[in-house]
């Protein structure tokens, strides 16, 4: 993403956290980034746009974090699993996301309430996919009922605390609250088989959720153009590690581990800097190449 756009997709966030998503309107964007008409619409086709670009950056960043946790570690440690969920509630906290959540609600415009609500199946399909590898495949055929409850369990004891309470609780301590019911309920589940959510509408779910499909040649050309882009004012930690990683994912038989290894200070390497979307992105891209194309490796 370039610096420009990336200047309206902030400006655009802050206004939907100032002002309401409903109530600010693409004349406001383009007002307060300074830049026309026709160059918002070069960008994006419309406001809902803007908010499927910000609701796709905290996915990547959540993507990345969730990656990073679990690198070296056992997949089927419920610990990790509590960490790796409690990432995006971090994340939309972090990002004052909470508050265009909440503008946005009650809302009727139907395109609203898709972005929203294929923001929510991408976690959901993200959360029955960990469920199997900590619960094994046995559990496959109830694995998104088990999401759906581990969800709504930990969404309603934050919303709840918060309208009781006025307090935000530590989003970790209720997801593995959460993951402790879900223990408890799944043996039962097993044992009578009973699921409300059947084959028809996973598939429905699956078919709503976009799956990006990532190329390793996709990847390194991206990564050239990456390193093309940084001068010498930018981080030398960050160019020396998108430099190694560019080698070796060059190589006909590259080192997996020690690109995996360096991942995450190549991303952090560019944090609050203009090519931080970019260098979240391009790690986020090699994740999910090293996950589809080595299963076993992922960890």
């Known amino acids: 993403m370039n610096t420009r756009k990336r200047k309206v997709l902030d400006v655009a966030r802050s206004l939907f956290i100032e002002k309401g998503f409903h109530e600010t309107s693409i004349m406001d964007i383009i007002h307060e980034a300074k830049i026309s008409k026709g160059t918002f619409y070069n960008y994006f086709t419309s406001k809902n746009e803007c908010l499927i670009a910000i609701l796709q950056e905290s996915r990547e960043d959540a993507s990345n974090r969730r990656h990073e946790l679990i690198f070296g570690q056992d997949p089927k ?77 930990i969404q309603h004891t934050i919303r709840t605390l918060l309208v009781a309470e006025d307090r935000c609780v530590d989003p970790e301590s209720v997801v593995k609250m959460a993951l402790r019911n879900i223990d408890a309920i799944i043996p039962r589940m097993l044992e009578t088989k009973e699921v409300l959510i059947g084959v028809e509408t996973i598939h429905y779910i699956k078919n709503s959720v976009e799956h990006i499909v990532v190329d390793k040649n996709m990847i390194i050309q991206q990564l050239k153009g990456f390193i093309e882009g940084l001068s010498k004012n930018d981080s030398k930690s960050g160019i020396e590690y998108a430099n190694f990683i560019l080698k070796e994912l060059q190589q006909t038989d590259p080192k997996l581990l020690i690109i995996e290894a360096l991942l995450t200070p190549f991303r952090k390497s560019f944090t609050k800097t203009t090519h931080a979307s970019e260098a979240r992105e391009i790690a986020n891209y090699i994740w999910r190449l090293i996950k589809e194309e080595h299963p076993l490796d992922k960890n």
């Open 77 to 153: 440690d419920i610990n990790i699993l509590a960490k790796q969920i409690a990432v995006l509630m971090q994340i939309n906290r972090e990002q004052n996301l909470l508050q265009i959540f909440e503008s946005i609600y009650h809302s009727r415009d139907i395109g609203v309430k898709k972005v929203v609500m294929k923001h929510h199946l991408q976690e959901l399909d993200w959360l029955s996919t960990r469920l199997v590898e900590v619960y094994g495949e046995e559990i496959s055929i109830m694995s998104y009922e088990c999401a759906v409850q581990v969800i709504a369990m």
